[in-house]
């Protein structure tokens, strides 16, 4: 982690903000109150894409690890003891889902290695522009005694069809459902119900707000599938360095809501 969070680190320009359209004066305060106020989400700056890098993996990592340590020990060893699992990360933005992914699947092999051997991993983002800094991040954690291969897939969930070659066993999708209209909800459940088999596990991580709620209640209801879900607040479990943060102020708690479902 410290690799990913001082290469990006280095590559931010703190004084890109004064020839800057935005009006903030302050990178750190732009991609911060970008999610504070009632504005449209977007990651057409480069500078923003890697502080939000800085600011957010490692809670972001936290929070979607910890969605999926709710799944039940008999469908863990279920997917952990197929020798081929197929996961999905819809909204992969730079990678978040990916690494936490490795990070769970680190320690639930840890004492018995289990049957898999490889798993195929598919990124799905409609933002193109995370495709230069995701390639530094899906890897990070990944045991080295099993295959892996990566397909990225740039298609909008609430738009494009989606068609991955394969029946998904691991459904992870993190701080996408705020960022969708309640009203596209249903496409993206066909989307899902196209792609995923029979005894699948969805893990959805959010804003815990009552609108994104809705969405994700929503989408479990037309799934017919009954959630749990979790809002405790957790440390991120990284220690940045002290100029990093005092420069960054990154987010050291989560704060989101996660949820999971198993078909």
Known sequence: MDKIINKFYS?????????????KNDCVVCLRDNYFEALEIDYDCE???????????????K??????????????EELLNKKTLNVICLGGGPGTDNAAFNKWL?????????????????RVDRCEEWNNISPYIIGHAFPDDITVKYLKVN??????????????????????????ALSDIPKVVENLKNIINDKAVIVINDRNQPEVREKISKIF?????????????????????????????PKF????IRYLGEI
Request: hydrophobic fraction near 35%; include cysteine.
């Open 155 to 180: 298609h909008d969930v609430t738009k494009h069809n989606l068609n991955v070659g394969g029946k998904i066993d691991l459904v992870i999708a993190s701080y996408l459902v705020s960022e969708i």
């Open 106 to 122: 680190v320690s639930n092999r840890l004492f018995e290695k289990k049957a898999v051997t490889k798993v195929n991993i598919v």
């Open 63 to 76: 929070e979607v690890k910890s969605g999926l340590e709710l799944m039940s020990i008999s469908k863990r």
């Open 253 to 256: 708690n989560t704060s989101s």
């Open 221 to 249: 209801e037309l799934l017919d599938c009954t959630p749990i879900s979790n809002y405790s607040q957790l440390h991120c479990d990284y220690s940045f360095d002290p100029e990093i943060a005092s420069k960054t102020q």
């Open 47 to 61: 500078n923003k894409r890697k502080l939000y890098v800085v600011r957010y993996l490692p809670v972001h990592i």
């Open 11 to 23: 590559e931010v320009n703190f004084d890109l903000s004064s020839g800057c359209a935005s009006t």
